[in-house]
């Protein structure tokens, strides 16, 4: 992406490094902080995890974040393009889900370390990446460098996938129920919607 310089009414020509907003500089800071104490949750879990799968899980998305972190500071910091384009997260795992609910025993918060059981890891990975995903749209709404806001956004389907994987193991393991509506509900509310009527564009007559 071509860099321009810009303008501050204040202190006159700002260049590509500074080119960053308050609210950009405060909500990329939450982001990177962020990912960080994720990556550090990552690690801390890593010792406790028992089942093979979910350390794989674990160790893919954990290297993929460490990459994407470094892109997302470079761009930070340059105000320019990164090095390396942010890639695309591939989770390894199929996408069928069990739906219904059958009983289980309620949730506590537990007591001691030796509680902490793969249930626990797998949704302290969730609830992390989903508030990577939450910080990270707010920060690229908020972003006024072009790079950077592109940075961000592209990083948002990766939290969709990585949370994805997760929740897919969580509810292949029991961890993690789905409950269901009815058939009727369900069709009642997909049919409670009709298409919306497009107009033909006619892209012959627009200036060049």
């Known amino acids: 992406m071509q860099q321009q310089n810009h303008q501050n009414i204040e202190t006159g020509i700002v260049p590509p490094q500074l080119n960053h907003g308050g609210h950009e500089m405060f909500d990329v800071h939450e982001v990177l902080a962020g990912s960080i104490n994720?990556?550090?949750?990552?690690?801390?879990?890593?010792?406790?995890?028992?089942?093979?799968?979910l350390r794989d899980i674990l160790?893919?998305?954990?290297?993929?974040?460490?990459?994407?972190?470094?892109?997302t500071l470079e761009s930070f910091k340059t105000g320019q393009d990164p090095s390396k384009r942010t890639q695309s997260y591939k989770m390894k795992q199929g996408n069928d889900f069990t739906f219904g609910m059958k009983p289980s025993q309620p949730t506590k918060p537990i007591q001691t370390a030796a509680e902490i059981c793969?249930?626990?890891?797998?949704?302290?990975?969730?609830?992390?990446?989903?508030?990577?995903?939450?910080?990270?749209?707010?920060?690229?709404?908020?972003?006024?460098?072009?790079?950077?806001?592109?940075?961000?956004?592209?990083?948002?389907?990766?939290?969709?996938?990585?949370?994805?994987?997760?929740s897919?193991?969580?509810?292949?393991?029991?961890?993690?129920?789905?409950?269901?509506?009815?058939?009727?509900?369900?069709q009642q509310m997909q049919n409670g919607y009709a298409t919306a009527p497009v107009q033909p564009q006619n892209f012959g007559n627009l200036p060049h």
Request: charged residues 20%; proline residues 4%; glycine residues 2%.
């Open 168 to 186: 897919i193991y969580q509810n292949k393991n029991g961890f993690y129920q789905v409950p269901q509506l009815t058939q009727q509900d369900m």
């Open 38 to 53: 994720t990556m550090n949750t990552y690690t801390m879990l890593s010792e406790h995890v028992q089942d093979p799968e």
């Open 118 to 166: 793969d249930q626990s890891i797998s949704l302290n990975m969730l609830n992390s990446v989903k508030s990577g995903a939450v910080m990270k749209t707010t920060a690229a709404l908020e972003t006024t460098n072009p790079v950077v806001r592109r940075v961000l956004a592209d990083s948002l389907p990766n939290c969709i996938e990585m949370a994805y994987e997760i």
């Open 59 to 71: 160790q893919r998305q954990k290297q993929f974040m460490a990459d994407e972190y470094n892109i």
